[in-house]
């Protein structure tokens, strides 16, 4: 068995269970259940929550936060569950690179020892500024004194033993959601992996979750030869859908099927039923990887730094906006205003205003704000007005809902449906400069539905194509129940109820959020 990786630094002793020996990774005692109740109640309450049980007087409090988080963060394997699995050696060698033959396959032979494998204790560094105070710029603290303390997770990539015979492989692909740039490219590099591995069994679910259970919808074999083209083009080829799972019925077809490697690509709802058909294949003690991978073009999955599809968006977004700032600049009085995408979450909005140069305002979900009054957004753009001459502002789709009535309409997935922002504020701001007399042209630019359906750029291309080999080589690896993503530049394995909790936001103290006030120049609207 392979050794604790010395950066975790803890002063305490491991046990290691049975399941554990096999894939080469310890299983920490845990503090007594006084000292949990003291750190933490449950796996999925927010860190504020967490830090106020933890007891800051007890001289150990530091060890056993980090026992704590080793234990949330501990990625489920076959072999908690199963006694059965056997490791082999794996069949992804690049130092070889020779075709997987009938002979290769039931042998698998390791003539040559190649460096390219992770070690299974190694980690990457969660957290890397160490904010000395409470009240530096985006500071997250633990205690009141910012204490240092260390968070590892787990590095993804390919490992020397695997858990699954390439041959006995039936593996699922499944897009769920909305469309996001680079759905195709994620596919097809999961198709190719799983193809170097030696998997000849490969489909398509098409149309999200739905493709398990109607009995119309026929599932699309997979190969290279099918997607080697296809991410030249945006959408999925898979096609999308958006509906809560009926996940017994999803389990029981996977059986019927045969498949055992299940790969999700969704954002926080998808990967919640990603999670809940792991947890079904565990109860029947199927031997079945499930495993995610982030897709939400808002950026708004936890822990991450970026999911793919985000830096698309922000680069098309330029177009939308750069259109709205001619508008406004040609027309006497002009006011662009673009809406763009961001439910819960501002990202899109900050940073594409912030990489244009030509936004005045920029509205978020995270940061509240009023149309009317003296500090209110129409005060502001008739100064602009008047000292500027045009205005462009950019607003996120969930900003500035408390100022509209609820629909009370939901869809597919349960999501209430938003009111639209952005006709609001256009139908307010003539409204208002009309009741003064003032001028003013406005143009509002919705941009929404070209920027999901477009090609990934350069950036996303590359995330989405190590995002896929990744997601495969995790299955391979024996894990399920997890998802794979991009943490402080170094790609990583998350248990999916962590990075599900809750949405990733926007801090409007973090220094991107300043940095965006500076570049446009607006002040507060409250």
């Known amino acids: 068995m392979e050794a604790i990786s010395p950066p975790f630094g803890l002063q305490f002793v491991a046990a290691v269970k049975n399941s554990s020996r096999r894939h080469g990774f310890p299983t920490l005692i845990l503090p007594s259940l006084r000292s949990l109740n003291r750190i933490c109640k449950t796996n999925r309450v927010h860190t504020e929550t967490r830090n106020q049980s933890i007891d800051f007087n007890d001289p150990e409090w530091k060890i056993k936060f980090q026992e704590d988080f080793e234990r949330r963060f501990y990625i489920p394997h076959l072999s908690d569950f199963l006694n059965d699995v056997v490791p082999i050696p794996s069949t992804f060698c690049l130092k070889s690179r020779r075709p997987v033959t009938e002979d290769f396959a039931d042998g698998y032979p390791s003539d040559e020892k190649w460096n390219g494998y992770i070690n299974n204790n190694d980690r990457v560094l969660l957290k890397v500024i160490h904010y000395s105070s409470t009240t530096s710029a985006g500071a997250e603290c633990i205690d009141p004194d910012c204490s240092w303390v260390e968070q590892w997770v787990h590095r993804a990539g390919p490992r020397e033993k695997i858990y699954f015979k390439p041959e006995e492989v039936n593996a699922a692909i499944v897009t769920c959601g909305g469309l996001c740039p680079g759905l195709n490219d994620v596919i097809r590099q999961i198709v190719i992996t799983l193809e170097i591995y030696g998997v000849t069994n490969i489909v398509g679910i098409r149309f999200g979750y739905h493709g398990f259970s109607d009995k119309g919808i026929h599932k699309m074999p997979l190969s290279r030869k099918v997607v080697e083209n296809i991410h030249l083009g945006g959408g999925s080829l898979l096609g999308v859908s958006r509906g809560v799972p009926n996940v017994a019925e999803i389990v029981d077809s996977m059986q019927e099927t045969g498949i055992n490697m299940l790969f ?263």
């Not at 495993?291 to 985000?310: H, Y």
């Not at 177009?319 to 001619?326: C, V």
């Not at 090609?455 to 995330?463: E, F, Q, V, Y």
């Open 264 to 526: 999700v690509l969704g954002g926080n709802g998808p990967h919640a039923g990603a999670n809940a058909i792991h947890n079904e294949c565990r109860n029947r003690r199927m031997r079945v990887a499930v495993v995610g991978v982030p897709k939400t073009i808002d950026n708004d999955i936890l822990l991450m730094d970026k999911t793919f599809g985000f830096d698309t968006a922000v680069e098309e977004a330029q177009r939308a906006i750069n259109s709205a700032y001619i508008e406004a600049r040609s027309a006497y009085h002009g006011i662009g205003l673009v809406k763009l995408m961001g439910r819960n979450s501002g990202f899109i909005a900050m940073h594409a205003s912030l990489s244009s140069g030509q936004v005045d305002i920029c509205l978020i979900p995270e940061v509240p704000f009023q149309l009317h009054g003296e500090h209110g957004v129409l005060t502001h753009l008739k100064y602009l007005l008047e000292t500027k001459g045009s205005a462009v502002v950019c607003v996120s789709e969930g900003a500035g809902q408390n100022l509209l009535e609820s629909t009370n309409v939901t869809d597919a997935s349960g999501k209430i449906k938003f009111s639209d922002i952005g006709v609001h504020i256009q139908q307010e701001t003539k409204k208002y400069f009309k009741e003064i007399g003032l001028p003013a042209d406005v143009k509002y630019i919705d941009p929404t539905y070209m920027i999901r359906a477009c090609r990934a750029n350069a950036s996303d291309g590359i995330l989405c194509t190590v995002l896929g080999q990744n997601a495969v080589h995790g299955a391979f690896a024996g894990y399920s129940g997890i998802t794979v993503g991009i943490c402080n530049t170094h790609y990583v394995y998350l248990p999916i109820p962590e990075v599900i909790s809750n949405p990733k936001q926007v801090d409007p103290n973090s220094r991107m959020w300043h940095r965006c006030l500076t570049s446009t120049g607006q002040p507060d609207f409250i």
